[in-house]
């Protein structure tokens, strides 16, 4: 029962992981990756050009003009957020000491190499950043952790199908002389099976409701703690349903896993 419930709350676990690294990555692919910064002397029908000029591909997804003011908004915004006890960072800021930007989205990653490429040298441009790793790095994380976590979730479940058809076995050997009986009486083999796996069943509905009330309790650890890397994604926005669903899925395939496995366990060990 332990073993199987730990099996579950690992697997359900693994869900809202996932679930966060979706949705980290599908935050980091939507901000404007490749961000162009222009010269003080650019004036703003330039850029807006600029930025017209770019809407018209394709595949650019977006493209979001910020002005030299709305500069000083976000460096205000971000540094009374970041540093609250350091007001000196915001009193000597003003609109002409930040630039005038771009920030542009793609629908891919090529497309990106191809606008940083374009605007570097340019005359209006006074530095180009591209932040092409980031999202790269995130990709290749988010596939790890899911290959990860398959492999772990899959060597749980052989376990637990091992332990399984063991407990089977010592159950159908245990009852041997009943079973006997009932077949010398003429009951079918599926007679016989039936009060082992709706054992199974039970046993799976008991281990996968202890997991979803693990994982309740467990989601807003799991919520603060990312929270602390990224607290502009909202991992799970409404808990109780997400249980309730992660659950409901989880009691349903506990409960086919578990008839499968006891059905080829009682199958084996009754023809010997």
Do not use: C
Request: glycine share 4%; aromatic share 12%.
């Amino acid at each position: 029962m332990l073993i199987l419930s730990v099996t579950f709350l690992i697997a359900q676990l693994f869900v809202v992981v996932s679930v966060g690294t979706t949705k980290v990555l599908e935050f980091f692919e939507q901000q404007p990756q490749v961000m162009i910064f222009f010269k003080d002397e650019t004036l703003e029908d330039q850029i807006l050009q600029i930025k017209a000029e770019l809407e018209k591909s394709p595949e650019i997804s977006d493209v979001t003009y910020i002005s030299k003011a709305q500069a000083v908004e976000i460096y205000k915004d971000r540094s009374a957020r970041l540093f609250p006890d350091k007001p000196e960072l915001l009193e000597f800021v003003t609109a002409d000491m930040l630039p005038a930007s771009l920030g542009v989205s793609a629908l891919s990653v090529n497309k990106l190499y191809d606008v940083s490429a374009q605007f570097e040298g340019n005359q209006f441009v006074e530095s180009v950043i591209f932040q092409e790793d980031l999202v790269v790095e995130l990709t290749r994380f988010t596939s790890a952790l899911r290959i990860g976590g398959a492999v772990l979730i899959s060597v749980l479940l052989f376990t637990v199908v091992v332990l399984m058809a063991i407990v089977v076995s010592n159950n159908i050997k245990s009852f041997s002389s009943e079973i006997e009986v009932m077949r010398l009486v003429g009951a079918g083999s599926w007679y016989i099976r039936l009060p082992f796996i709706i054992d199974g069943i039970l046993f799976a509905v008991i281990a996968t409701t202890l997991s979803t009330i693990g994982l309740y309790m467990l989601i807003p650890t799991v919520e603060a703690f990312s929270m602390n890397f990224i607290a502009a994604v909202d991992l799970i926005s409404n808990h109780m349903e997400f249980v309730l669903y992660t659950g409901g899925a989880t009691v349903l395939f506990g409960s086919v896993f578990t008839i499968i496995t006891n059905y080829l366990a009682t199958w084996n060990a009754m023809r010997t």
